[in-house]
């Protein structure tokens, strides 16, 4: 059963914008921690942004200023708001779901990812 579904990657020029979405099974939200990562090609997956249950957030260097996590709870979905886009942020996203923050890394549940690709 499929517990975390991203939605909202694609092509955009740099400079532009996309929001990234990640709905969850109620159970899984409810409870946990969300976060978004990202893998680019030939690189290690990386933390972009992560949200508590409470809503304290938490932002990648690369992502702060310019990256806005948040989570609707009566939706059971975490967003990702990227403005400014640059080729660098050009990535497959991945939605992560934990008990904590600090335990996103090795968290158990995973979506199967959402494209981005930023073109200059």
């Known amino acids: 059963q499929v517990q975390l579904v991203e939605s909202g990657g694609g092509l955009v020029q740099a400079g532009g914008s996309l929001r990234l979405s990640c709905a969850a099974s109620?159970?899984?939200?409810?409870?946990?921690?969300m976060g978004w990562y990202r893998q680019a090609p030939g690189k290690q997956r990386e933390l972009v942004a992560a949200?508590?249950?409470?809503?304290?957030?938490v932002y990648a260097d690369s992502s702060k200023g310019r990256f806005t996590i948040s989570r609707d709870n009566a939706k059971y979905t975490v967003y990702l708001e990227m403005n400014s886009l640059k080729p660098e942020d050009t990535a497959v996203y991945y939605c992560a779901a934990a008990s904590m923050i600090a335990t996103l890394d090795s968290a158990n549940y995973w979506g199967q990812g959402t494209r981005v690709t930023v073109s200059s």
């Open positions: 949200i508590s249950v409470g809503g304290r957030t």
């Open positions: 109620q159970n899984i939200f409810s409870t946990n921690a």
